[in-house]
Every structure is written in structure tokens, then in C-alpha cells.
């Protein structure tokens, strides 16, 4: 549900499986230069990453400005993938659940300031007296369920609300509530208990009712594995020799964190309607939109799984989504009334979503990226950057970054200098300014910028910038 790095040993894997998927495409023609760009993008993603499928919907206004499909939604029956796809979409689901949890706060039927035992009080874990709040925008310190140790990753088998909560229910918390991010999917996963439990209905009944009929979203589901979707795409993993089906989860797996599907026309109304429309009214929408201070900063997860921030000086609202077998982005930029939707069915490729959607905005926006210097790093400069880097007061799973030189300049490596794991390059950009060479929307800012030993990190990745500080004793 939490997208993970994509890994340039990953992408060797793939060659035969992208040479089976080139050409096949469903995508409108390219009437300007600026819809030709992004469809050409698009293509080489595809093909190149490699996709399966890949769907990418962009849209000024009312205006739809390109709008395509390229590779298979199914490999296995060489089915073409086509902007009315339906794939899963992983965390995006979050959004659809804070947003119900808004309602109802408007509704007056939930306090978010009050403690979780309130609309649960079987709740018996150290967590119940965290407020509602706090678990809209991964304050509250719960515990990761999908990062633990004993959770049966890629699991088939039936699971109960009862069994999902054991993971996290009664585990320590990882801060004091409020005074941390820690991205978790226990989290949300407890808004939707919340939610069943004032509403009185399931939890995909309540989204029903409170969100897709009333927005007419009828190509978006709550759904697993057993019910008949027509044009749903197959997920895929990443294998030795191509592509592998991926498993296919219970839909309590993931639940109010990440079990809904969708299509990139869906979710364009979605936000159009949400976001742009505003169709529930400011109540609802102040509190998608509100952020809190941490860290002597704004935290840019707002309390309705939206990722608010400035982007390459536009203010921009998203939010990735990721589970197995398929990853996926969505993205609005208010002033400048821009959304942008890609979904892709698989993960652990380059481009990410994230990755191709800042591709497409740069293009719209018309602000490339310069090119990297070619010129390689003084060795001071080299010795000053490299070393541990652990993650500050925002988590996302990644608890140390290592940098290590390099021929003539410096590489990557997730869990510190020491840890396993391919060490990837990082191309200079301009001052302390890099960007990933499997990546280059991944970006590594080091600070102070002028000279001596860099303190800070701050890693532009899946839509928002994470920060990390230099080790203790380094």
C-alpha cells in the first residue's frame, strides 16, 4: 500500500517482458505538440520502465488535454490495455476515507479531537486515547502493519477484521502521539473500523452511499479478488525472467487503507468534483485541506490523505498509491486547475507514477529539467557529503539512507553505508543538489548548501520531500 524504491536490478529482469509489450496501445491522436510530448512520454514509460499496462489521464479544467492507454491489462489473453482499465489503486483509498471521515465530522456524528476508544471502545490498545485526528495524517504513532516482521506479505488466505488488528492493535507506539509522521496503514485501516462503527454499515456500503453514487463514480470498487469486474487489469510482479502474477489479497488485507479500483476517468471526476467543485462543501473540504506544524515545519500530509505542497513553484495536491501488483498517482494543481492521473499494473519499475506524472507537468508547465554536470565532485566534497543519513520527525518506512563515494562523485544506498543492496548514482545537479540516476524525479538535497559538513537530507520522493538527518557520531 506504501509504494517501495525501484531498484535498477529490477529493471534488467524485465527486457523480455517489455520487448512482448511494445506497440500495443489504445491512445488518442496527438493534436499539438504538447499532447504529442506527453503520448511520446507515456509510450517510452511503458514500454521502457516496463508496464504491462499503463493509463494516463490529464486534464485543465474541462478540458481534457490527453487521455490514453498503453501495453496489456491482461498478459495472459493479450488484452489491450484502454483509459477505462480498472485497476487497483492502493493508498489513493485513503483519500475516500478521510474524505467519509470528514463527512461525517461535518454531519457531527464524529469529533476528531476526541480518542479513538470513543467510537470504539473495545479498543484495547495503548493507542485508544489518541484523537481521531491523529490518525488522518499518521501522527498517532501506530505501528506499520504491512512493515511488520511477521505480516505474511503476498498472502492469499481469508482474513477477519479481528485477525488484521491483532497486528497492530496492542503493539507499543512509536513516539508520543502528534510529535511524529510514521507513515502506517494501521492508521487508516482504524478509520474505516470508525466508520463502521458510526455508520452502522460496512465499509464499503457507507462508500457507496457517501461517496461514488453521489458522485456517480461507477467504474470505481471496493472489491477482491472473487468478484467479476468487467476490464479489470491484472496485477503483475517482477520475476527473474518477466512478469508474475501477482497475489491477489482479501479485500480486509488492505481495507480502508488501499482496497479500492478504479479507472483514470473516475478518478479525474473524482477530483473534480472533491477538489475542484467542492460538492461537499468547505466544511468537508477544510479539513481535507488542514495541516498541522511539526518539526518546526508544516507537515505536508494534510488530514485528507492529500500530500499538499509546493511543487517546482505550483502549488500541488496528491497522493501515490501502491500495493501488489499495481502502483498509481493522482495529483491536482489548483491554481493553475491542472489534475493528472496515472495507474500502472505493476511496481518497482522506473518511471514510478510519481516519477511520470512530474514528467507530464513539467511538460505542461513547460519547465524541463536542466541536465545534470557532467563534471565530477571535488574529493572534499565527496568526503563532506558521504556518510549515514537516519529519517528525521517524517517517516516512510526508510529509516536510513547511506551515501557513498563514487568514481568522481557519490551513490545511494537504502539502510545506510553498510547495508545490502545495490549502491545507486546520484548525477550532480547544481550545488548540493542531486538527482537519482534510475530516477531523476528523485531528488537529494543536502544542506548547508555552502560548504562544510552537510546536517540535513531532504529526499524529494513519492510526492513529498522526506527528511533525514546525519547520523549520530558521524
Sequence with gaps: MIQRLALPAAMTALAAAGSLLAGCATAQPAADPQTAAIDALVADAQSSAPYPGLAVSVRRGDTLIYEAAYGEADLEQHAAATPDTVF?????????????????AAEGRIDIEAPISTYLPDYSGPARDV??????????????????????????????????RDYFEDADLLFEPGTAFSYSNSGTYTLGLIIE??????????????????LGLDRTYYAGYERVIEGRAEGYVVGEDGFLNAPQLDPLVPFSAGALLSTVQDIQDYIDQVQRQNVFGDAVRDMLYEQVELGGDTLAYALG????????????????????????????????????????????????????????????FDQPRP????????DSEIAAIAGNYDASYMRIGIDRIGILPREGGIAFRIGGVDAQGPAIPLLHL??????????????????????????????????GGIPFVRAAGE
Excluded: C
Excluded at 462503527?197 to 453521489?214: C, I, K, N, S, W
Design 88 to 104: 487497483q489503486i492502493g493508498s489513493i483509498t485513503k483519500s475516500f476515507t478521510a474524505l467519509m471521515i470528514a463527512q461525517l
Design 305 to 364: 490523505a492529500l500530500v499538499i505542497r509546493d511543487w517546482e513553484g505550483h502549488r500541488k495536491i496528491a497522493h501515490a498509491g501502491d500495493i501488489d501488483g499495481f502502483a498509481a498517482y493522482m495529483s491536482y494543481y489548483p491554481d493553475e486547475d491542472l489534475s493528472i492521473m496515472v495507474m500502472g499494473s505493476t511496481r518497482d519499475v522506473a518511471p514510478t507514477p510519481v516519477g511520470l506524472e512530474q514528467k507530464i507537468a513539467r511538460i505542461v
Design 430 to 463: 547544481e550545488g548540493r543538489t542531486f538527482l537519482a540516476a534510475h530516477d531523476d524525479e528523485m531528488v537529494f538535497s543536502f544542506s548547508p548548501e555552502d560548504g562544510g559538513t552537510p546536517e540535513d537530507l531532504t529526499v524529494d520522493w513519492l510526492g
Design 371 to 378: 541536465t545534470p554536470s557532467i563534471d565530477p565532485l571535488a
Design 197 to 214: 462503527a458510526v455508520t452502522g454499515q460496512t465499509y464499503d456500503a457507507a462508500l457507496a452511499e457517501r461517496v461514488l453514487e453521489p
Design 131 to 164: 484523537p481521531v485526528r491523529d490518525l488522518m495524517n499518521h501522527t498517532a504513532g501506530l505501528v506499520n502493519y504491512t512493515a511488520l516482521p511477521d505480516f505474511p506479505q503476498g498472502s492469499q488466505r481469508t482474513v477477519t477484521r479481528e485477525i488484521m
